[in-house]
Nanobody
Framework: QVHLVESGGGLVQAGGSLTLSCAAS????????LGWFRQAPGKEREFVAA????????YYADSVKGRFTISRDNAKNTVYLQMNSLKPEDTAVYYCAACQSSRWRTEQEYDYWGQGTQVTVSS
């Protein structure tokens, strides 16, 4: 079982950048695909980005494509989400999650979740 802890959230002005990190412990990090999800107040959780076990494949929601970049460092057991050109609508609690399924682009396949980190983008 893998334990995930996010960090790096905060308050930023529109157009700014933030980098979220998610450190994993327990389990074999390289055996998990990893994803970032977010939940805004009053809204359902939504997919943001995902990365395969080796980092060779990535997948993004249309709303963040071209602005966000997901990456991973298997030596450091850490996954990152670089967020550029932030918009007020990106405001949400951001969660990282891990799965061992081949269907790593599907939210329902994620078994392990972090506690979340708040990102607030002011206009």
């Amino acid at each position: 079982q893998v334990h995930l802890v996010e960090s790096g959230g905060g308050l930023v002005q529109a157009g700014g950048s933030l980098t979220l990190s998610c450190a994993a412990s327990g389990g074999t990090f390289s055996s998990y695909a990893l994803g970032w999800f977010r939940q805004a107040p009053g809204k359902e959780r939504e997919f943001v980005a995902a990365i395969s076990w080796t980092g060779g494949s990535t997948y993004y929601a249309d709303s963040v494509k071209g602005r966000f970049t997901i990456s991973r460092d298997n030596a450091k057991n850490t996954v990152y989400l670089q967020m550029n050109s932030l918009k007020p609508e990106d405001t949400a609690v951001y969660y990282c999650a891990a799965c061992q399924s081949s269907r790593w682009r599907t939210e329902q396949e994620y078994d392990y979740w972090g506690q979340g980190t708040q990102v607030t983008v002011s206009s």
